[in-house]
């Protein structure tokens, strides 16, 4: 099974040398392979934000490398990594991060307008996805003219807008009642199922037991262990 | 991300923010308006006067009793009929033109016509109307080879009439409810017989003796004489103005040139000096309307720093979802661009709605006062002249204006750092 993120002795440091140093992250080695369902799990504080910022190309390490999809993408330009998340990486928020004054329909479309697909693809697409998460009926509705859960799914269907390998949530079902998360939960089950990779972060450690077959446990920093469920049994591995 | 995109997202935008960019859109819609309508009008009026000098005659000089305050005696000064004036040349210090001087310019070369007029106002009175008119006696003779009013129906004065007047359209159909050819008039009391209709103006004229019997009885006076020049280059005119004035001044006992008792206007001076005038008002009244649109920049930079500060949140959605900084450059670009353009065009039409009103404005009160120096000053701007160019040009102008305010906003909201923006309250 292929790697498709790698994250290999990184470190991110804000003001790195100065009095007001902060080491966010400190060596951390993490292995991201296609068709995982992994979990990034740590209290508030814990460093967690800050590795899912870099496995999510939203960032790049102060020290050590990442690789996506075996390129090495430490280096590169704020404008060069926005165009390979956009391609690569879809995200789902906890607050779900909707653009406010596009409907749900050209919310979907945003990240193919990114990339510079046409406009009877874009639409075709969204309409799929937005049918797929059952809410054909609302394409035409503003955010706030629908509820969160149905926001969220929204920001699922647009997640998976460009055909991501991977599937990138924070916190998915934060702002969200037990029912309606249930239901998101479901809806990113049934997406490894069909092969994409899915990476959530949280602090809930219920969630990510249920869900994922592979948890990252980080605190201060730093992986303490990484857990991995086999034959239905969580198994400690090497961190 | 085609261009394309970039308008559609910049659009939104733009419709979703209505109060807010409609109010910084007005501020660009006044200043281009008063742009467009200082250039329109003042364009009307420069061609407004070339035409009122031209019918006025380049080759027309008027000699009128009374010291200019030009320096050397020549300059312009009010008449009966001149482009600009007013003021009355009868005065009891002014020593007045007469039969003598006319005659002592028939001896100057160059001249093809001398014509003398009187001037003076009087009461006409028509069926049950009557109102104040100006009259201008005139040597009928040569009238008509002078003049530059054109007839709209009957004929000009001829040597055989005595109580006939020629009179303006305006006169006849706007002041008095009809006057038509043929009709009986009174002026002072004594009737007159209508024979011609001049196409415009307030004007009434009668042969010069009939004038000076209704109103200077006994006298020999002109008010102001006229000369027609065969050759009006500027320095024929000059050099004819120059013998006028020996030949004046010599009959009149005057031995200095600065104590002429006299002007001649040279039409060439009359529209320098007019021209340089207008453009003086334009720069004038274009310097308010540049400050203005200074000031609908400021506002178009102010709206676009506070709608990329609101939207931080949304550049770092869009930035995590594969917006490049380009992309967020050039959508708040346009965006800025977009509100120039809207209040560039709204800013046209608006110029061209108001400077149709000014220039109707000045019609109807041009109409209502008689001859003088705030019926021509207002007549100039009776008409507007509206270059296509001018509103592209206009249109284009507040694009860029837009566009160069919101490019420091723009380019922030490019480099936002896509997690910081997601953190943005």
């Not at chain 1, 807008?161 to 924070?170: K, S």
């Not at chain 1, 969630?207 to 730093?222: F, M, N, P, R, S």
Request: aromatic fraction near 6%.
């Amino acid at each position: 099974m292929t790697t498709i993120i790698e994250l290999r002795d990184v470190w991110k440091i804000y003001n790195e040398g100065e009095e007001n140093q902060v080491i966010a992250l400190n060596n951390i080695n993490l292995h991201v392979k296609k068709g995982d369902f992994i979990a990034i799990m740590g209290p508030s504080g814990s460093g967690k934000s800050t590795a899912m910022n870099l496995v999510g190309s939203l960032d790049i390490p102060t020290r050590g490398k990442i690789f996506l999809d075996q390129h090495n993408i430490s280096h590169l330009s704020e404008s060069d990594l926005a165009q390979v998340r956009g391609r690569r990486i879809g995200f789902i928020f906890q607050q779900f991060n909707l653009i406010p004054n596009l409907t749900a329909k050209e919310n979907v479309m945003l990240p193919m307008m990114f990339q510079g697909v046409d406009e009877i693809k874009r639409e075709q697409k969204a309409e799929t996805l937005l049918k797929m998460i059952e809410l054909g009926n609302r394409m035409d509705h503003y955010p706030s003219e629908l509820s969160g859960g149905q926001q969220q799914r929204v920001a699922i269907a647009r997640a998976l807008a460009n055909d991501p390998e991977v599937i990138l949530a924070d916190e998915p079902t934060g702002n969200l009642d037990t029912h309606t998360g249930q239901i998101v939960m479901k809806f990113l089950n049934e997406l490894n199922d069909k092969g994409k990779t899915i990476i959530i972060v949280t602090h809930d450690p219920n969630l990510a037991t249920e869900h994922a077959k592979k948890i990252y446990w980080i605190k201060d920093g730093q992986i303490e262990k990484v857990t991995e469920k086999l034959k239905g049994k969580w198994k400690t591995l090497k961190k | 991300m085609k261009i394309k995109k970039s308008v559609h997202l910049a659009w939104n935008i733009l419709i979703h923010s209505k109060i807010r960019s409609w109010l910084t859109i007005i501020g660009i819609i006044i200043g281009i308006a008063s742009v467009v309508a200082i250039l329109s009008i003042s364009s009307g009026a420069e061609k407004q006067l070339s035409s009122s000098l031209g019918k006025l005659g380049a080759d027309i000089i008027t000699i009128t009793p009374g010291a200019s305050r030009a320096i050397g005696g020549t300059g312009f000064q009010g008449g009966g009929n001149i482009a600009f004036g007013g003021v009355s040349p009868s005065t009891t210090t002014t020593k007045n033109l007469t039969s003598k001087d006319l005659d002592a310019i028939k001896s100057v070369s160059n001249i093809k016509y001398i014509l003398g007029e009187i001037s003076d106002r009087g009461t006409m009175g028509y069926l049950s109307k009557s109102s104040t008119v100006s009259v201008t006696g005139v040597d009928s003779t040569v009238w008509k080879e002078i003049t530059t009013d054109t007839l709209s129906s009957g004929r000009f004065l001829t040597t055989s009439d005595t109580y006939s007047i020629v009179i303006g359209s305006n006169l006849a159909n706007s002041v008095f409810s009809g006057i038509s050819l043929n009709s009986k008039v009174t002026i002072e009391g004594k009737v007159f017989k209508v024979v011609g209709i001049l196409s415009s103006g307030n004007s009434v004229y009668m042969p010069i003796n009939t004038a000076r019997e209704v109103f200077s009885p006994g006298s020999d006076n002109y008010d102001s004489i006229q000369v027609k020049i065969t050759d009006d280059s500027t320095n024929a005119t000059n050099k004819t103005i120059t013998e006028m004035t020996k030949v004046l001044m010599m009959e009149r006992g005057i031995l200095q040139q600065k104590n002429v008792d006299f002007s001649i206007s040279n039409p060439a001076e009359i529209q320098s000096t007019v021209s340089s005038t207008l453009d003086t008002i334009s720069i004038f009244l274009g310097a308010i309307a540049a400050i203005s649109l200074i000031v609908g920049a400021i506002g178009i930079a102010n709206t676009m720093f506070t709608s990329v500060l609101e939207k931080t949140r949304e550049i770092g959605i869009m930035k995590a979802i594969g917006a490049k900084n380009r992309d967020v450059l050039s959508i708040f670009l346009i965006n800025s661009g977009m509100i120039g353009m809207v209040g560039g065009i709204g800013g046209a039409l608006l110029g061209v709605v108001a400077s149709g009103l000014i220039s109707s404005l000045a019609t109807s009160s041009s109409s209502t006062t008689t001859q003088g120096a705030g019926n021509m000053l207002g007549s100039l701007f009776t008409s507007t002249s509206i270059n296509p160019w001018l509103l592209i040009g206009v249109v284009a102008f507040s694009v860029l204006i837009g566009m160069a305010a919101g490019a420091i906003p723009a380019y922030r909201a490019s480099k936002l750092s896509p997690i910081e923006a997601l953190r943005y309250e």
